[in-house]
């Protein structure tokens, strides 16, 4: 799967498949947005996958995304789904629209001075690490509710939750715990579902979905 045909019908396949699991989840299709994860893509895929329509992509590093994304910026929704460094907030706050990663207090308490100092106005979520895997980011499912509350008191409007599940679980368990501590913290937004279980995801309440190798086809080594 590369040239850039065979990366419109993959993408168009993914749209079908969230289409027809949304509706048999009883949602609206128009409720799950797709998000191409372009990490580590060359950038002729990435340029196919614009071409194809795409317009919300995911990337995992600050400083990738600023380099990929320096000449294609215009039009297109980024969103940052990897770990963010403290002393990368501002430059982050400066590229992306969506920061799903927030998962600590100072992490927190730079991106509100960040956010204060500059008039942004990005969306938030926060992380939840709902395997509670020790080399995973991510606030712990147990210390979610307070996590959002302390974001709250920083003036920091928090939208959804996201979480990557363990890769060697079935992730319904994880997906029906992020949708569980969303709603009893009032957020509307859920990032969760990758390649691998998307479906599965908008049956359990996806927002979004973050969908890499399926879409795009393998990625390059870092
Ligand atoms: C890489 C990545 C994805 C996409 O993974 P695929 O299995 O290729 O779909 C989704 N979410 C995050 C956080 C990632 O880092």
Redesign the pocket.
């Known amino acids: 799967m590369s040239s850039s045909s065979d990366i419109a019908v993959a993408r168009q396949s993914v749209l079908d498949r969230m289409a027809a699991a949304a509706r048999e989840a009883g949602r609206d299709p128009g409720d799950v947005t797709l998000v191409a994860?372009s990490?580590q893509q060359p950038d002729e895929r990435i340029d196919a996958m614009l071409a194809a329509g795409q317009r919300v992509f995911?990337e995992?590093r600050v400083q990738e995304a600023r380099v990929r994304w320096a000449d294609r910026r215009a039009g297109v929704e980024l969103r940052l789904?990897?770990p963010l460094q403290t002393n990368k907030a501002r430059e982050a706050l400066a590229l992306f629209d969506v920061i799903e990663t927030v998962d600590r207090e100072s992490l927190a308490r730079t991106l509100a001075d960040e956010i204060q100092r500059a008039g942004a106005a990005p969306r938030l979520y926060v992380q939840v690490n709902t395997g509670e895997e020790v080399q995973k980011a991510g606030v712990r499912p147990h210390l979610a509710d307070a996590f959002i509350a302390a974001c709250r008191a920083k003036d920091l409007i928090i939208d959804g939750l996201m979480c990557?599940p363990p890769e060697l679980e079935p992730p319904e368990r994880h997906f029906a715990l992020l949708a569980k501590i969303a709603q009893r913290n009032g957020l509307a937004k859920l990032s969760m579902g990758?390649?691998?279980d998307y479906e599965a995801a908008i049956a359990f309440g996806a927002t979004s979905v973050?969908?890499?190798?399926?879409r795009f086809g393998g990625?390059l080594p870092r």
């Open positions: 994860v990490k995911g995992n789904i990897g990557i990758m390649s691998a973050r969908v890499g190798s399926a990625r």
